[in-house]
């Protein structure tokens, strides 16, 4: 069986860089360690960490109910709020928050003090998007993930709205999105925050898909980056599967098969790529 392993597969900069800065925290033998949230949304690793007692902080959760230490701000961001909050508690703070979500903070931070309203497109509920929202000033904000949520837009008809992407998101759904906004009128700035290695991972993912019989997306439940590789494969390839490890799949599925491809999310530890490649040659 051939199988296609996608060059890109595996840890982005910015999630490399955070897991490298826990792991040095740990190098340094800090008393007590913690991760405000997942350091990054892969549950291997986190429990691989967890091993190293590194400790969760749960978003939200009381501070004081912790003894201060050093808190690791995870690759997605927070927001201003939170990382004062963490200050005000004592922390020692280790920002590892990705430097190109740091940069959709200074962009949010900047357009809504100058008056225009913003507009995130992505995922209302994930952890990077709720950071980006903390660093907006005032409240004529909108985060859209649809077409269907383009009518919202309405109340900012006499505004200029500045437009942002999480940096995750589907780069053709954001181009999509994007011509329909400027097609009904609006006063807008686009500033495309889509990671570069977001938009080659999503590319090179849609034309293996598109040449292989099947397709495994490996990658942690929670990961939006792969969530959406997931999406994208699946148009181009009906037998992808979305898998966490190798234990997640069944040889027999790919029993017949002449091909497979295999890509991984941002979040996603190259041993773990490995062990799926590997399983695939039996």
Not at 16 to 23: L, S
Not at 109 to 118: L, P, Y
């Amino acid at each position: 069986m051939e199988i296609k392993l996608a060059k890109s597969a595996g840890f982005c900069f910015g999630v490399k860089r955070a897991v490298d800065m826990v792991n040095d925290e740990v190098e340094k033998g800090s008393s007590a360690i913690y991760t405000y949230g997942p350091i990054i949304h892969n549950e291997e690793v986190v429990k691989e960490l967890e091993q190293k007692g590194v400790h969760v902080i749960p978003e939200g959760d009381e501070l004081d109910k912790y003894s201060p230490g050093t808190v690791v701000i995870r690759s997605h961001g927070i927001s201003r709020n939170t990382k004062e909050a963490l200050e005000n508690s004592g922390f020692h703070i280790v920002d590892a928050t990705c430097p190109f979500v740091l940069k959709i903070h200074k962009i949010v931070e900047e357009h809504s003090g100058n008056g225009e309203a913003v507009v995130i497109v992505g995922n209302e509920n994930h952890p990077e998007v709720q950071g980006i929202v903390g660093w907006i000033q005032g409240e004529d904000y909108l985060v859209i993930s649809s077409k269907d949520e383009i009518t919202k837009l309405e109340q900012f008809s006499d505004k200029k709205i500045c437009i942002v992407s999480q940096t995750t998101f589907n780069y053709n759904k954001f181009k999509e999105l994007v011509e329909i906004i400027s097609q009904k009128g609006y006063d807008i700035i686009v500033l495309n925050t889509i990671c570069n290695a977001t938009e080659e991972r999503q590319s090179e993912a849609a034309e293996i898909a598109k040449s292989v019989d099947a397709m495994l997306v490996v990658g942690g439940k929670s990961s939006s980056n792969t969530q959406k590789l997931f999406e994208i494969c699946k148009k181009e390839c009906e037998d992808t599967y979305y898998i966490q490890t190798k234990d997640d799949f069944d040889l027999s599925v790919l029993q017949s098969i002449g091909s497979v491809g295999i890509t991984a999310g941002a979040s996603t530890p190259n041993n773990i790529i490995e062990e799926v490649q590997k399983k695939c040659q039996k």
